[in-house]
């Protein structure tokens, strides 16, 4: 599953200390709950809150997004993920534009990430997230999450996006297809 591969790419990135924790915990799950369960996965793309897209470069499937509408004009970026065999081709930045495009009408984006995702942080500042907190550290978990948003204030029309999901000859276009 391309979701599990992704996340159990993301330890390489958890600090040591904390790496070490998780390992203790014999955790068998490689990122978020849910990750590599097909029920989850199943109950998701039933939930009528939930809006799942499957990332696609050509017939291939390369990742995948996945929304909650929380209600009133507010969504939550629950997961993107993309095969590590795909990532830094910036798929997952046409992705949240294509997001942004086909959700013309949320209001304000929600996300969390691990704080120790420094790569993840990146991507979410540059798309426009901003931080809204920093949570207390999960005894759980063994390290904090740090909470963004998006009102859209980004400023970019349909037109900017458009030339911007577009294909170049060494940037395959993408796809994001609701499952």
Sequence with gaps: MVQGR??????????KGILASVLAMD????????CTSVEWNRRAIENERVT?????????IVGGL????NGGGEWELG???????????TIGQRVLLKMYQLHSDVKRWR?????????????????GFTVLEVTALDP???????????????????????????????QPSVEATAV
């Design 6 to 15: 992704a996340f159990l790419d993301d330890r390489k990135w958890i600090p």
């Design 27 to 34: 955790d068998p799950q490689p990122g978020p709950p849910g």
């Design 52 to 60: 799942y897209y499957k990332i696609l470069l050509g017939d291939r």
């Design 66 to 69: 996945i929304l909650f509408d």
């Design 79 to 89: 997961r993107i993920y993309i095969d590590p065999d795909y990532q830094n081709r």
């Design 111 to 127: 996300l969390g990430t691990p704080e120790w995702a420094t790569r993840n942080r990146h991507f979410y500042q540059k798309m």
């Design 140 to 170: 759980n978990l063994g390290w904090r999450s740090v909470e963004y948003e998006n009102t859209l204030s980004m400023g970019i029309g349909d037109q900017q996006i458009d030339q911007l999901l577009t294909g170049k000859d060494d």
